[in-house]
Nanobody
Framework: VQLQASGGGLVQAGDSLRLSCVAS????????MGWFRQAPGKERDFVAA????????DYADSVKGRFTISRDNAKNTVYLQMNSLKPEDTAVYYC????????????????WGQGTLVTVSS
């Protein structure tokens, strides 16, 4: 499975941005999906995850109420809608996929995209 993330860019605090991640999987709905991020000089952290059918989601406390993860299985795409962005949201954002258990742990995900950079200026 290959994952291609896009949609990053430079925005101001308070702005919104939507990230997309397109998967090459023949049956995308077989995979649970996650978004993670790595800020400069820091470890990669969990942001959000969504189950294969989209009925269940999970979020890091730092983004709850501001970010929304969703998916369109017909388009093999998972999205991360980011609202009310803050400078501390600046990071490279990665999408990841797993056909097994899903959640906030990075080791649950077998497939990773290349990342897209989000920079939020104050």
């Amino acid at each position: 499975v290959q994952l291609q993330a896009s949609g990053g860019g430079l925005v101001q605090a308070g702005d919104s941005l939507r990230l997309s991640c397109v998967a090459s999987a023949r049956i995308f709905s077989n995979y649970n999906m996650g978004w993670f991020r790595q800020a400069p000089g820091k470890e990669r952290d969990f942001v959000a995850a969504i189950s294969w059918g989209g009925s269940s989601t999970d979020y890091a406390d730092s983004v709850k109420g501001r970010f929304t993860i969703s998916r369109d299985n017909a388009k093999n795409t998972v999205y991360l809608q980011m609202n009310s962005l803050k400078p501390e949201d600046t990071a490279v954002y990665y999408c990841a996929a797993t056909s097994g258990r899903w959640g906030s742990r990075q080791d649950l995900y077998k497939y990773w995209g290349q990342g897209t950079l989000v920079t939020v200026s104050s």
